[in-house]
Nanobody, 114 residues
Framework: QVQVAESGGGLAQPGGSLRLSCLAT????????WSWYRQAPGKERELIAF???????EYRDSVKGRFTISRDSAKDTVELQMDSLKPEDTAVYYC????????WGQGTQVTVSS
């Protein structure tokens, strides 16, 4: 079983940056896809980026060119660099590790506001 925990959320101004980190513990070698999701108030949780174990990365159209997902296998972390933030990026952000089952963190709040 894999456990994940997010950190790095907070308040940013429009156009600003934040970096989220997801620390994984447990059988991380079994994970095949690492993902970041977000859920805004009144909306469904949505996938925004993932990195597969073969290194392939994909992004949701609304964050392409602004967000970057990266995986450090030595540290067992997955990070999400978020630049050029917009108010519509405000949401709770969740890390997900899939080893055949979905393993979720508790989420971290990101608020983009002036």
């Amino acid at each position: 079983q894999v456990q994940v925990a997010e950190s790095g959320g907070g308040l940013a101004q429009p156009g600003g940056s934040l970096r989220l980190s997801c620390l994984a513990t447990g059988r991380t070698s079994m994970v095949i896809v690492w993902s970041w999701y977000r859920q805004a108030p009144g909306k469904e949780r949505e996938l925004i980026a993932f990195v597969a174990d073969d290194g392939r990365k994909e992004y949701r159209d609304s964050v392409k060119g602004r967000f970057t997902i990266s995986r450090d296998s030595a540290k067992d972390t997955v990070e999400l660099q978020m630049d050029s933030l917009k108010p519509e990026d405000t949401a709770v952000y969740y890390c997900n590790a899939n080893d055949g089952n979905d393993c979720w963190g508790q989420g971290t709040q990101v608020t983009v506001s002036s």
